[in-house]
């Protein structure tokens, strides 16, 4: 439980940039490191922490703390992903707020920013193996990846209907034997 | 009382704002237009500062939010408020979830998702991109972190601190 607490606590704090910039940590730390879940698993969390209310970043936290260690799980993993923020925002509300435009902090965000493009690139690509199979993979990808790039759908309907075209072939087998 | 109102009022962002990240941008403009807990222009700074400090924008909104009003007990409030739906549900999911993993159904839509999850991460990766590859030499220095993430595999962090020192010194 301690662990479950310091890997989410972790994962909070060098989140830069919400839910997708924390998808490298997350296989860092849950899949690689503490074998909590698969890359499978993850993006189920994902797609089910897109779908429902709240932030991404959390509810995937929930979702593990829940899986391994119960209710109590759930709650822990959320308090240690949102901690470290409360912190930091609190103390930049109280005292930091003029530091926050320091140049030497500007300069600092912008390689973390190159570093986190970096990081989700690379996780795309150890993923896509898991992620992508055969050619019912392969279109639904592309069709998912064109609607986003060139119509700016919400990913929510996305989520929606990737959900429904999964049950297609399921149907069109049961057809063929009839 | 000031406390329950910081909690029913992320309550319901929380409850609502579906997608996550700059989904609950809207939700909190409405807000700052109804309570004298943030301005219009300090939701506008925020958004711009959560994006150089860690965590999701909606907790950072909902802790500053909480503390301007009524300090440390009001960021606790308005925080707590904002992820109690989300818990309860993905609880109650998470539940499900373990309980019906093997049905065929469940397995065909999982089977259907997870191409589009790709798409998802591919499409968060670009919107970053636009944001952090903004030269040439930006570029370039893009180009030296995939390879050696992609070579040598340390932990994220450790890049990440890393490409905090190469920023200072390079003044990007």
Redesign the interface.
Known sequence: MLQLFLSFF?I??????????M???LQ?EIVRRRRWATD?EL??Y??????????????VA??IG??HYG?AG??LA?LAI?L???I???L???VLARY?HNE??????????????????????D??K????GY???T??AL??VI??FFNL???L??I??????????IARRKKTK | MIYWLLFYEFFKVGLFAIGGGLVTVPFLFDLSEHYAWFSTKELADMIAIAESTPGPLGVNMATFAGYKTAGIPGAVAATFGLVLPSLVIIMIIAGLLKKFKDNPYVRQVLSGIRPAVMALILMAGYEIARLAILSFENFILFVLFALSIRFYKASPVFYMIVAAVVGIIFKL
């Open positions: 972790k909070g704090l060098f989140t830069f940039g919400g839910g997708y910039a998808l490298p940590l860092d499978e993006m189920d994902y797609s089910i922490g897109q779908c429902t209310p709240g932030i991404i970043a959390v509810n929930t979702f829940t899986r209710k759930g709650c959320t949102v470290p923020s409360m930091i925002i609190t930049i509300a109280a926050m030497y902090l500007t300069h600092a965000f912008a390689g973390i920013r190159i570093a986190v493009t970096a990081l989700i690139l690379n996780t795309f690509f993923m896509w898991k992620g992508v199979k019912f993979g392969y639904v990808f998912a990846a986003l790039f919400s990913a929510v996305i989520v209907a990737a959900a429904l075209t999964g049950l297609l072939p399921g």
